[in-house]
């Protein structure tokens, strides 16, 4: 730690930089539902948010008071401590994740050895808080849903890892610090572009979004395993959704895309702190950009289809990742031959993907009947 | 609510479906529909529709009002293609009373009845991306372009909604003076939307993967379950009333009857995409050759008494086959007054079409059979 915020004593220093996080967590979280609607009315050729405060900056804070005093309603036969407990089984890992991610070289809270192994472990967790929320509303929407998002958070957290797991391998540490400072030349997006797009397809998923928003289905289970949750509540759920956004994001930047690094040597030598951040930033914000645009373009897929795509398609290949890496390190190749091999294996993975989504036929001009009726 | 026991397959497991009660409040259901879905797991092993939520007795209200009094209750049946109900019920009372519409009012109600034909498939692609998981994106796109019809319905009718715009006998009163040239500036925009809807819709692959061989329906199936319309045509029928039976002045225009191949829930969407296009061809027709005089037939009295006998007038509406029987005892009122929905011939498929799938494939089912419930429940 060699950024000193306020004391040397490790303790007060760890329980500062805590309650920075606890401050700063919420009040993204505002931004980013604010920034979410602007880009997806953008892309819907809509203005977004624009009355409360100058272009509608204000929304989200409208947002969050309005939730905060609303009345916070348990149906009368729901179970009482599971549907109580499960938000806060829900938000309280993604907070723990938060402690294990650098934000800049000196910045984190703890800069834990097996930080990647810990931020894997503990955001797996929230996949109870779910299936607790989707059986504890005694409501059937909330307990499809439930079982929906425990089938598919448990299916894609597999892919997730393996992909971490590739990445872990070529860097050859589970610290993130250690990860990103291995990243100075070249980032692992440029030797692991096949683990990259799984990364982003699991993580997508993960995130139950579009095209994987399969367990809150607007139009099929009227948002799933949160039917039942109002006020203060839900927006738990809520804080827990986009700090998982932020967090997967912050993950996929620093594992993939080089985290605060520069590229190309832009600083010769140190870094400054704010250009590190803005490095984060940009490249944090690239991941989020991508989250919602996705959400704003793509039908949702059916479960089946799904479950399919994760175990024939990304775990497969998931491993392929991992068997290529691990010949390059056994034979101790150079790394630059990973670009060609994992990028072999992208393009395969993606033609397979096109393949099968066009497996039920293509798109053919309608037929016509011009003259009389056959009726 | 009855709960099923089924007998346990192998296994000592017993295992309940679960009655999954979909509507009438809820996103996917286009209205007051209601569905109690048995569901085994994710899979739908029986449906029960329930109708009847939007009962107005639109129906016998009519029997009770003068001829020309009953026109807004045909924009009150299907809202969604008001000009369509209003043209079927004009025609049959001048069918009934003999009346011969001018020339010119029969070029605005074609007009008129295609553009509105246009709306209401923009109006179905925009829900049925929301039906599929769009998150509004379709949503929009369609609605910037109905927004266009409905400014140019606006300015002829005063209307945005409820027309009540022809008379039997003719129109109430004269297109505005420039609706020539606004009329081709809406098809232009429309047109290119509907390009741009083509792009985001039909190509995507989560969309081919969804739909393409979902529930296809067999052209016998779809004449023994009375569909018509588009439903019809998915199946490789080519029956549009516009050609098989041509009303009004339908047999002077050049159409195509867009298609599918499988009845498929894709071919449905192909069928109305190509329609749009077709609409917008009839329309472009019927304004080169639109004639200038009257709009209104000479010699109709105040009060409209239509002689004693009885008629059953159909037209293509953008959902099927929509017709109205009459019975005149020769007063000014009906005395017996019959609308045939399309929506709800086409929604009593819905079983048949939806058992055995997925709960997500059985809301799209759902919403590409395109119901209006004003005209379900009528």
Redesign the interface.
Known sequence: MSLVLISHNPWLESLARLAIIALLVPVTVIILTWVERKV?GR????LGPMRVGPYGTLQGVADTIKLLTKEDVRPQTADRWVFELAPFVIVVPVFMAVVAIPFTADLFIKNLTLGLFYFVAVSGLSIVGFVMAGWGSDN??A??GG??AAAQLISYEIPLVMAILAVAMLSQSLNLAVIVGAQEDTPNIAYQSLAFIIFAIAGLAELYR??F??PV??????GGPFVEYSGIRWSMFQLGEFVNLVLISILGSLIFLGGWQWPWSVFDASVPVAAQVAMMAVKTGTFIFFFMWM???????????MMSFCWQLLLPFAFLQIIINGLVLVYDWPNEILIPLSGAAAAGAVYL??R?????????Q?????V???? | MVIETRPPHESDLETID????VGPQ???THGVFRMVLT?D??LVVDLDPVIGYMHRGNEKLPENCDYRQVIGYHDRTDYLAQFNTEHCYVEAVEKLAGIKPPERAEYIRVILAEINRIASHLMFFGAF?????????S???AF?DRETIQDLFEEVTGERMMYNYFRPGGVAWDLPDNFRQRCMQVLDSVERGVEQLDG?M?????????C??LSPVTPEDA?NWGLSGPMLRAT?????IR??EPYSIYDRFQF??????RGDV??KL??RL?EMHQSARIVRQALETMPEGPIMAEGLKRVLRVPAGEVYMRVESPRGEYGVYLVSQGSDKPWRHKVRGASFSNLSALRAMAVGN????V?IILGSIDIVLCEVDR
């Open positions: 997806i892309l819907q050729m809509r059937k929407y307990l499809l079982v929906r579009q095209p928003d399969i289905a607007e139009s099929e289970v009227v959400r704003a373009s793509l039908p949702r897929l059916r479960i089946d289809q993907t096109y099968a989504a066009r497996a039920t036929g293509v798109r053919y309608p037929g016509y009947q011009t009389g009726s056959v009726l | 679960i009655n999954v009660n809820h996103p996917a569901v797991g994710e991306g929301t039906d599929i998981g769009l998150f509004g994106t949503f929009m796109y910037r985001l039909m190509e995507n692959e989560v969309v081919l993967a969804r393409r061989g004449i490789g029928l080519a029956h549009d050609r098989a195509d009857i867009p298609t599918g191949k894709y071919d192909v069928v190509e997925f709960v997500s494939d809301i």
